[in-house]
């Protein structure tokens, strides 16, 4: 059975790796909390330099909004793998999954409903 934080450094593990698959980048820093049966990932600097320019050539409202779709639908379009990498670390079924981008700050917020939270053994002080 895994410590808390061997499951979140799990968890951050394969969120990076989807990251680096799935946009060709990696997060500068990722940070996963477990709670109770709530996970949240929280990746800071993962938009790629396309999406930078992006959002800065097109007028603020309209670079967002379509940056925002575009992740929308990649988390969407990833989801069961997503899905499937939490529950094969945590060994709980997720019932949802919602997420978020700054466009101004690059920051993305994945967060995942757990069925029950995770057992997990207590770390060795």
Request: aromatic fraction near 4%.
């Amino acid at each position: 059975m895994k410590t808390q934080g061997e499951i979140e450094a799990a968890v951050c593990g394969a969120m990076s790796r989807f990251e680096q698959e799935y946009t060709g980048r990696g997060p500068k820093d990722i940070h996963t909390f477990l709670i109770g049966d709530l996970l949240v990932v929280r990746l800071q600097g993962v938009l790629t330099a396309a999406e930078r320019r992006l959002v800065k050539t097109l007028p603020t409202e309209k670079g967002r909004d379509l940056l925002k779709q575009v992740r929308f639908q990649l988390i969407e379009t990833a989801r069961p793998v997503l899905e499937s990498i939490v529950q094969e670390i945590t060994g709980t079924k997720v019932l949802s999954l919602h997420h978020d981008i700054s466009t101004a700050t690059g920051e993305e917020v994945v967060l995942f409903s757990l069925a029950a939270a995770p057992l997990f053994r207590e770390a060795k002080k």
